[in-house]
């Protein structure tokens, strides 16, 4: 038991200080944040130490979660300044910016995340922005400083290997 809290708290703190470091991650936390009322007393993501107001689905748990309210809403321990909490939302963020969210992609603009994120979409998405100082219409792409997916066309990518395989006719 008491390795597994060293454990968890170690897993904590290193995803801290690796989404810490970037500063989009973290802005764009912070907006979030500020939209769902966490820096309110009183409010869920206040009362569970969960900044993004993060759910949990049937058969997930976060990092260092420490159960779920009746709206099925992440409860973070109250340590360190919600550090679980914050770290939670720092990965989910960094989920996106790395390709590997299963919900949200860097191309999407905030007012698209805001419409799956949120049941006040238009003004969770308004808000979120107004916190970033940008546009609804700004991509995570943008905010995060992703670079666009290359994925090029496969008929110009066989038609390049076989300009490339074959000699030319100054070379026969």
Known sequence: MKYTRFAVALLVFATITCSAQNGATK???????????????????????????????E???YLGQTGTDRFRHAIFPHRNGCAAGWAALYQQIDKIADRTSKIYTPEMTIQQ???KYAASWQIWSKNVARNLN???RTTLATLLDVP?????HPAKMILAAYAVAMPTLEEQ
């Open 27 to 57: 802005q764009l936390a912070r907006a979030i944040a500020r939209q769902e009322g966490f820096f309110t007393p009183g409010t869920i993501p206040n009362r569970n130490c969960n900044p993004g107001d993060l759910k949990v689905r």
């Open 59 to 61: 058969g997930q748990h």
């Open 113 to 115: 995340v805001g419409r």
């Open 134 to 136: 940008v546009s609804p």
């Open 148 to 152: 666009p997916l290359v994925n090029p």
